[in-house]
């Protein structure tokens, strides 16, 4: 029998070097359904080597699209598509997937795509995206989780109003309104980075957008978007797992290859708890926290604390002396973690959308299972710190959104490795 990977790690550990932050997970997949929406070679450098983008790159081949990886590059070949279907065997691998329904609907006008899967985190609907769609023309229904839409005339330009900000949302109707002739106007958008990164390209494509990180977006479209070269940003998630680290074990802990103003929040959070930070350029430096104060944390979107920090900046309260609390104002289901930190020695108790966290002097390695990816990260963080041996299991949760994780840690001093058969990510390889 096949043992499946696990990470192991012993405690204690202090973190001195560099370590480097890859290029970001959540704007390389919409930027890779963008692709979609011209019929040309589309090249994109500082893509992360992570299983969400292999699995996004599976789909994009079954829908017809050449994808192939050279050094630090990927290509993409997008102008033999014919398939606007994908089945539940593809899209139920990865939330992303739901990123296809605008471009496949503006380049066909139908597309059939099974409700998306992902990391269970709670309830994340999809209303907002039918609804934006809507606007633009299109007919859409959710019958048995498969989403069918329609615009068999063609999509047309218009007004759209979020209910609430979302991100894929946001995103969807950005590429759908990016080739339509016209001016559609998103109001209530999504204001995160991710955003702004997904515009930069569609407007190297050929789209005039204006307003992208704000809560107004404006699109000017084109049926005649370009190809496309461009450069991912750098993962802000990734950095702030990073931050988090050095906050705990960082003596100090330098990263590079950040973005700093991603992080100003979550730096005045830090620095609040204890923890010293010196910021030269986009280089970060931060030394452990060694008299560090209790806080509150609130989750919230672009600009404040991402959700996507919410259980490693528990970690790191798991042993701050006092009462802590976060409350996730994101999703309803995202403590599934404490369970696991608990086993750890922690004591946090959860309220409703608010966990309480009584600081203890120390956290002791036991076996944990990530039920995430973020929570995956957490425990990591937690086993490095831990007292005695930690080994965590479903770590293909972990990673689909860290590059090498464990390789990166340990090039700071950390003493973490991977066991066991089954092979990390791996993106398409260069095809003569």
Not at 209 to 226: D, E, P, R, W
Request: with cysteine.
């Amino acid at each position: 029998m096949t043992k499946r990977p696990v990470l192991q790690m012993s405690g204690n550990n202090i973190l001195k070097g560099t370590i480097r932050v890859s290029g970001s997970k959540n704007a390389s997949l919409p930027i890779l359904a963008a692709t979609l929406l011209n019929r040309c070679e589309n090249t994109l450098e500082n893509v992360p080597n992570l299983l969400d983008i292999t699995e996004m790159c599976s789909i994009m081949q079954h829908l017809g699209a050449k994808v192939y990886h050279l050094n630090d590059r990927l290509h993409v070949q997008t102008s033999d598509i014919t398939v606007n279907e994908i089945p539940a065997s593809l899209a139920r691998t990865i939330r992303g997937s739901i990123l296809f329904l605008g471009p496949l609907l503006a380049r066909f006008g139908y597309v059939k795509l099974p409700f998306p899967g992902g990391c269970a985190i709670g309830t994340r609907p999809i209303d907002q995206h039918l609804k934006g769609l809507r606007a633009l023309g299109a007919d859409v229904s959710l019958d048995g989780g498969v989403i069918e839409a329609k615009a068999l005339t063609g999509l047309r330009p218009g007004e759209v109003r979020f209910d609430v900000p979302t991100v894929t949302g946001t995103a969807n109707i950005l590429m759908a309104a990016a080739s339509l002739e016209g001016t559609t106007f998103i109001f209530n958008a999504a204001r995160e980075p991710e955003i702004v990164d997904l515009v930069t390209v569609l407007i190297k494509m050929g789209a005039l957008v204006k307003g992208a990180g704000t809560s107004s977006i404006k699109v000017c479209g084109t049926s005649s978007l370009k190809p496309a070269s461009h450069r991912i940003m750098a993962d802000r998630i990734e950095c702030g797992t990073y931050m988090v680290a050095g906050a705990l074990a960082g003596q100090p802990l330098t990263i590079v290859g950040g973005i700093v103003t991603h992080q100003t929040i979550l730096q005045k959070k830090l620095e609040e708890l204890g923890a010293t930070i010196f910021v030269d350029g986009n280089t970060i430096m931060v030394y452990r926290a060694t008299n560090p104060r209790a806080i509150t944390i609130e989750t919230a979107s672009f600009p404040g604390i991402p959700t996507d920090m919410q259980a490693q900046l528990m970690t790191l309260l798991a042993t701050v002396p006092g009462i802590s609390t976060i409350t996730e104002n994101i999703f309803e289901n995202r403590f599934e973690h404490v369970l696991e930190l608990n086993r750890m020695g922690a004591q946090i108790r959860v309220h409703g959308r608010k966990a309480v966290i009584i600081g203890v002097p120390t956290l002791i390695g036991t076996t944990v299972r990530a039920s995430d990816l973020r929570a995956g990260a957490a425990l990591v963080l937690a086993g490095l710190c831990a007292n005695g041996y930690t080994m965590i299991e479903d770590i293909s949760l972990i990673d689909r959104g860290y590059e090498s994780i464990e390789d990166k840690f340990a090039d700071v001093g950390a003493s973490i490795w991977r066991e066991g058969l089954g092979s990390k990510a791996g993106l398409p390889r260069f095809q003569e």
